[in-house]
Protein backbone atom coordinates (compact mmCIF):
# COMPACT_ATOMS: atom_id res chain seq x y z
CA UNK A 1 0.00 0.00 0.00
CA UNK A 2 1.30 3.66 -0.75
CA UNK A 3 -0.16 6.55 1.05
CA UNK A 4 -0.10 8.73 -2.40
CA UNK A 5 -3.97 9.77 -2.43
CA UNK A 6 -5.07 7.87 -5.26
CA UNK A 7 -8.18 6.09 -5.07
CA UNK A 8 -8.59 2.42 -6.20
CA UNK A 9 -8.45 -1.21 -4.13
CA UNK A 10 -5.52 0.08 -2.29
CA UNK A 11 -7.17 0.49 0.98
CA UNK A 12 -6.66 3.38 3.22
CA UNK A 13 -3.84 3.89 6.03
CA UNK A 14 -6.50 4.55 8.73
CA UNK A 15 -8.18 0.95 8.31
CA UNK A 16 -6.12 -2.06 10.62
CA UNK A 17 -5.47 -3.25 6.76
CA UNK A 18 -3.91 -0.08 5.13
CA UNK A 19 -1.69 -0.10 8.91
CA UNK A 20 -0.47 -3.66 7.92
CA UNK A 21 0.54 -2.73 5.01
CA UNK A 22 1.89 0.47 5.64
CA UNK A 23 4.40 -1.09 8.37
CA UNK A 24 4.89 -4.17 6.45
CA UNK A 25 6.16 -1.50 3.96
CA UNK A 26 8.29 -0.17 5.83
CA UNK A 27 10.33 -3.31 6.69
CA UNK A 28 10.70 -3.75 3.40
CA UNK A 29 9.16 -7.41 3.30
CA UNK A 30 7.26 -8.56 1.01
CA UNK A 31 3.54 -9.93 1.15
CA UNK A 32 4.53 -13.86 0.94
CA UNK A 33 7.65 -12.60 3.64
CA UNK A 34 4.87 -11.26 5.93
CA UNK A 35 2.45 -14.02 5.34
CA UNK A 36 4.65 -16.46 5.92
CA UNK A 37 6.30 -14.77 9.31
CA UNK A 38 2.57 -15.21 10.77
CA UNK A 39 1.40 -18.73 9.64
CA UNK A 40 -0.93 -17.40 6.74
CA UNK A 41 -0.93 -17.93 3.03
CA UNK A 42 -0.37 -14.95 1.18
CA UNK A 43 -4.07 -14.69 -0.57
CA UNK A 44 -4.99 -14.25 3.32
CA UNK A 45 -2.50 -11.54 4.16
CA UNK A 46 -3.58 -9.83 1.26
CA UNK A 47 -7.36 -9.73 1.97
CA UNK A 48 -6.01 -8.82 5.00
CA UNK A 49 -4.29 -5.54 3.58
CA UNK A 50 -6.75 -5.15 1.14
CA UNK A 51 -9.68 -4.79 4.21
CA UNK A 52 -11.59 -7.98 1.93
CA UNK A 53 -11.23 -9.49 5.70
CA UNK A 54 -9.92 -8.99 9.00
CA UNK A 55 -7.35 -10.86 10.97
CA UNK A 56 -8.59 -12.92 13.81
CA UNK A 57 -8.06 -11.03 17.05
CA UNK A 58 -6.15 -14.12 18.58
CA UNK A 59 -3.45 -13.03 15.52
CA UNK A 60 -3.54 -9.56 16.00
CA UNK A 61 -0.64 -9.36 18.53
CA UNK A 62 1.50 -12.16 16.63
CA UNK A 63 0.90 -9.43 13.42
CA UNK A 64 1.80 -6.29 15.62
CA UNK A 65 5.20 -8.26 16.43
CA UNK A 66 6.15 -9.09 13.02
CA UNK A 67 5.43 -6.02 12.13
CA UNK A 68 7.27 -4.31 14.90
CA UNK A 69 4.76 -2.26 15.68
CA UNK A 70 2.75 -1.61 18.96
CA UNK A 71 -0.70 -3.42 18.92
CA UNK A 72 -2.47 -0.07 19.85
CA UNK A 73 -0.99 1.51 16.90
CA UNK A 74 -2.26 -1.74 14.49
CA UNK A 75 -5.61 -1.38 16.27
CA UNK A 76 -6.03 2.70 16.50
CA UNK A 77 -3.16 4.25 13.73
CA UNK A 78 -2.14 5.83 17.37
CA UNK A 79 1.03 4.97 19.40
CA UNK A 80 4.25 3.16 17.62
CA UNK A 81 3.84 2.33 14.49
CA UNK A 82 6.68 1.57 11.79
CA UNK A 83 9.82 2.73 11.35
CA UNK A 84 11.12 3.58 8.20
CA UNK A 85 14.80 2.20 7.32
CA UNK A 86 15.23 4.03 4.10
CA UNK A 87 14.91 8.08 6.22
CA UNK A 88 17.97 9.65 6.65
CA UNK A 89 19.17 11.28 9.85
CA UNK A 90 19.85 15.04 9.35
CA UNK A 91 22.02 17.43 11.83
CA UNK A 92 20.93 19.66 13.92
CA UNK A 93 22.76 22.74 12.19
CA UNK A 94 21.43 21.85 8.63
CA UNK A 95 17.91 21.76 9.86
CA UNK A 96 18.37 25.05 11.72
CA UNK A 97 19.77 26.04 8.07
CA UNK A 98 16.71 24.93 6.27
CA UNK A 99 14.40 26.32 8.79
CA UNK A 100 15.68 29.73 8.55
CA UNK A 101 15.77 29.56 4.57
CA UNK A 102 12.12 28.87 4.60
CA UNK A 103 9.61 31.74 4.86
CA UNK A 104 7.42 32.45 8.18
CA UNK A 105 4.27 30.51 9.07
CA UNK A 106 1.69 31.07 11.85
CA UNK A 107 1.91 27.67 11.58
CA UNK A 108 5.16 27.45 13.14
CA UNK A 109 3.68 28.88 16.30
CA UNK A 110 1.05 26.74 16.73
CA UNK A 111 3.43 23.59 16.33
CA UNK A 112 5.92 24.31 17.90
CA UNK A 113 5.17 26.98 19.99
CA UNK A 114 8.13 26.92 22.54
CA UNK A 115 10.78 26.10 20.08
CA UNK A 116 13.61 28.34 20.06
CA UNK A 117 13.90 28.51 16.42
CA UNK A 118 10.38 29.95 16.63
CA UNK A 119 11.47 33.01 19.54
CA UNK A 120 13.89 33.84 16.36
CA UNK A 121 11.33 35.02 13.69
Known amino acids: MRCNGTAGDEPEQDTIGGRISL ?3 ALDLSPIEA ?3 VDVGPAVWSDWER ?5 PPQMLARIAETLQVTL ?4 T ?8 QDLIEISA ?14 LVD ?3 PSSRLTARR
Open 23 to 25: ARE
Open 35 to 37: AGA
Open 51 to 55: DRSEP
Open 72 to 75: YWLL
Open 77 to 84: GRGVGPRW
Open 93 to 106: STLECCWQAMEPSP
Open 110 to 112: IFF
